[in-house]
Structures are given as C-alpha cells and as structure tokens.
C-alpha cells in the first residue's frame, strides 16, 4: 500500500476533529501567502508575523464555522487580513514599499544594456511611488491583486470586501496610476 | 491584462519583502495551550534564551536536578543533570525574522554592537520577537551565531549545564563573561510579542557569554576559547 499526501479538503477534516498535524500541514503550505498578505496590508514585518499568526490560531478555532467543499485559502487571507488590518489601524503608520537593492539575475534573462537597465529600473521607481501615493483602499486592492498575484476571489476575501468592491477600486486604481504616470 | 496590469505583476516581483518566517511551531504551541511558565515575566517585556549544555551523562534515574547557579548580568547559568529533548536546527533556522541592520536596530530600541564585517554591513540581523538579534559570522573557516540584547529586566538568559561541561569565568577586556566548551547544547527561546514561545533545539559549539554595558551578548560556534575572546574585543 502506498501512502499518497492528504488533499486539503481531508487535512480540513482532520483538523476539525483536532489532529494537529494536519494544521500544522495547512499553516505550512499557505503561511508564506498568508504572511506577504499581512505585510502588504501592515506595512511591518512584525505585525505582518504576529497577525499572520493570530490568524492561523483564530482560524483552528474556527473550523466548525468553515464551510465544507469551499477554497481554503480565502478564508485563511481574509482571518489574517483583517488581524493585519487592525494592526495597521493600531499603529497609524505603515513603512513604504520599496524595491530590492539590487535586481537578481535569473536564469535565462537576457543580460539588457546598462542603458536599459537604468530606464526599465527608473520605471518600475516611478510606478512603485505612484502606487505608494494611492489611498489605503486602492493601495490595498492592487497590492493584493497584482503584487501577490491574488485572484479577484482572494483579493476580496482579503480585504474584506465584495468582489465587485475590487473591480471598482482595481479599475480606479489603476485609472489614477495611468494619469500619474502619464503627467 | 493591459500592460499597466502586466507592469505591476511584474514590479510584484521586485518588491523587497521580508523572508516569511515559519510560523507552525508557535501556532501549534498556542493551539495546544502549553504552559508558558514566563508569560508573566515575559509581559515586563524581555526576551529570554534557555541554553542547556551537556553530553550524555550517565545519572542512576532520569532527573534535571539543579546543581549549582552562575549569573552573569541578564544571565542565568545552572547545572543540572540531564538535558531537555531537542530538535536538531540550521544555523538560521528558529533565528527570527531577517532584516536589515537599520529595521533591526529601530525594531529591538538600540544600536547594534558588531565585529568589522566584510562588506561592512551584515546582509540579515535576525530578529526574534523584538529583543533578541542574532547575525551569523563567518570566521577561523566556521560559521558562528553573534546574538544580543539589552539586559534590563530580571532574568533575560537562563542557561543549564551539566557538569562536563567547563564554564570558565573570562574578561573581555575588562569586562565580565563566561566562556562554555563542550557537549552538544540545547536552545529554548521565549519570545514576548508572541506571548512567550518555547522552542528547544540542538546546537553544537561552545559558547562565550559576555556583558557591555546594558547589553548581553553571546557568541556560539565552534570556536576555541582565544578564537572566541577575539572576536568579542572586536565588536564595536
């Protein structure tokens, strides 16, 4: 006989009837998510662990309220968010994002003149501080949506709102960034 | 997706995020509701490392009697008989979360006290909780852990020994330490902000412990003993 993983649907259920390996599988696979979530939205690393954490706690005491056959993740985003979000209400401040020092080389990128290295740099500056300039809600919207790659799903999960809440904002959003960047 | 889509994936990519640290361990211990014997000391706001020292020790019964006590500054040095169980760890593993020295500095309330680097600045100060950092050094061809933090409050650092192993009272330039070789030795840490969590790993090295001023710090490596003592007249 052999052993296959567990799919996320039956480490719920075993969580839910208090095996603890099981969420300890579960805050494995989506604490990475679940901590850039909480940092985006903090704006500091120590919230972002501390909210990340509290979410996960909150959420094994919530599992007999998870419905059963629903996405994980969502549900997971939105406890950690909104810990985040309390946080960053708490502290009344929150650390602007900024690039890497120094791009890495990835395997397989072209190696692009000095030049271009400058402009395609002074580019992603430009838009990184049009986007530090948006207002929380929008800030939050493309931060969830593009920076992290979450689908609209998560992204309203995440932030606490309906789904046709974040096309609205993603859609003003980015009609403020265009002007910005086009002035 | 319109290019100003595809351009904020892609600035996603390049954003300076901080390594997710791993939070299963603290999740599960508060899950559990293990008892967390410092909680109320850990509430006055300090961090505190449990370092127990040994080999194995051949004792009539299973026990952890406490022998005999040493204090050095935030420190606390007992002997016992036997070590708690413990988990093998990576160097960085359990360390906390990277930050630059500047975050670390704003993050713990004080300025960070190190050796003349190469490249001058660390890549990463560890940060556990927000009192104890931790830099990984490389010198004498090993890999060592320098950690910090400031000693006020009661107790900061507790460790247990057992009595094969050799603590030896050193100075460091005049000023107060402890030096601990042999055995493999075994790592709690209590961290505040996370309402004290408890993690006991396995750690192979001597150790030099020594005061400057309010700050308790803590060389471990395996290092021999002039090796350790200069690289602690170096930190600035």
Not at chain 1, 104 to 129: F, I, K, N, Q
Not at chain 2, 6 to 29: F, I, S
Request: charged share 30%; aromatic share 6%.
């Amino acid at each position: 006989m052999v052993d296959r993983p567990l799919d996320e649907s039956e480490l719920v259920e075993r969580a839910r009837r208090g095996d603890l390996r099981a969420w300890e599988t579960i805050v494995r696979t989506h604490q990475g998510i679940a901590f850039r979530t909480a940092y985006l939205l903090s704006g500091n690393a120590g919230d972002a662990e501390e909210a990340a954490q509290d979410g996960f706690v909150k959420a094994y005491r919530a599992l007999g309220r998870f419905r059963r056959g629903a996405p994980l993740r969502p549900w997971l985003l939105r406890i950690v968010a909104n810990e985040a979000r309390n946080r960053r209400r708490s502290a009344g401040r929150r650390e602007r994002l900024a690039l890497r020092a120094a791009a890495e080389d990835r395997p397989g990128d072209a190696v692009p003149s000095p030049e271009a290295a400058l402009l395609a740099g002074e580019e992603r500056e430009r838009l990184l501080t049009a986007v530090n300039r948006l207002s929380d809600d929008h800030r939050d919207a493309v931060a969830c949506r593009y920076f992290l790659d979450l689908s609209e799903e998560e992204t309203a999960a995440a932030l606490g709102v309906r789904r046709g809440t974040v096309k609205s904002r993603l859609a003003r959003a980015l009609e403020r960034l265009r002007e910005e960047l086009e002035a | 997706m319109t290019e100003l889509e595809l351009q904020l994936l892609g600035l996603g990519r390049e954003l300076e995020l901080p390594v997710a640290p791993d939070l299963a361990p603290a999740v599960l211990a508060r899950i559990e509701g293990r008892p967390f014997p410092w909680r109320r000391a850990a509430a006055l706001a300090f961090a505190v490392i449990v370092v127990a020292i040994g080999a194995a020790f051949a004792v009539p019964q299973a026990r952890t009697t406490i022998l005999r006590w040493f204090h050095l500054g935030g420190a606390t040095i007992e002997r016992v008989e036997t070590l708690p169980p413990a988990v093998e760890r990576s160097q960085a593993g359990g360390l906390g979360r990277p930050l630059s020295r500047g975050e670390a500095e704003r993050a713990l309330g004080y300025r960070l006290e190190l050796p003349p680097l190469k490249g001058g600045e660390p890549r990463h100060v560890y940060v556990l909780g927000d009192s104890l950092a931790t830099v990984i050094l490389r010198a004498y061809g090993h890999r060592a852990l320098l950690s910090e933090f400031s000693s006020f409050g009661p107790r900061l650092l507790k460790k247990l020994a057992l009595d094969k192993t050799v603590i030896e009272p050193v100075q460091v330039d005049g000023r107060e330490g402890l030096w601990l070789k042999g055995g493999p030795h075994t790592l709690r840490y209590f961290n505040r902000s996370l309402g004290v969590q408890e993690q006991t790993v396995l750690i192979h090295g001597n150790v030099l412990l020594w005061l400057d001023g309010t700050l308790t710090l803590r060389l471990e490596g395996k290092l021999t003993k002039a090796q350790a003592l200069s690289i602690a007249r170096a930190v600035r």
